[in-house]
């Protein structure tokens, strides 16, 4: 069994940055792809970024060039660092892992980007 507890969201004002952790317990082994996805008010939820066991990187358009994702295998950790926020980040985001066909969520964290 899988679990995630995301941590890192809150308030920050336009162009401002956030990191986004989330720590994987239980069989973390068999996790494979992790990587956030978002939701904003009245939209559909998106992927943003992900991350394969081999480091491989993926990026939604919007934010390229200002959000980097990154593992920490001996932690079983993700991060997502967001710079240069813009109000239209502002959404809640959800963790996510892959292990085998079984897709794993995190509770979700609130980013608030306003000035």
């Known amino acids: 069994q899988v679990q995630l507890v995301e941590s890192g969201g809150g308030l920050v004002q336009p162009g401002g940055s956030l990191r986004l952790s989330c720590a994987c317990s239980?069989?973390?082994?068999?996790?494979?792809?992790m990587g956030w996805y978002r939701q904003a008010p009245g939209k559909e939820r998106e992927l943003v970024a992900d991350i394969n066991s081999d480091g491989r990187t993926h990026y939604v358009d919007s934010v390229k060039g200002r959000f980097t994702i990154s593992r920490e295998n001996a932690k079983n950790t993700a991060y997502l660092q967001m710079d240069s926020l813009k109000s239209e980040d502002t959404a809640v985001y959800y963790c996510?892992?892959?292990?085998?066909?079984?897709?794993?969520w995190g509770q979700g964290t609130q980013v608030t980007v306003t000035s």
């Open positions: 996510y892992a892959v292990s085998g066909v079984s897709a794993h």
């Open positions: 239980g069989s973390c082994f068999v996790i494979n792809a």
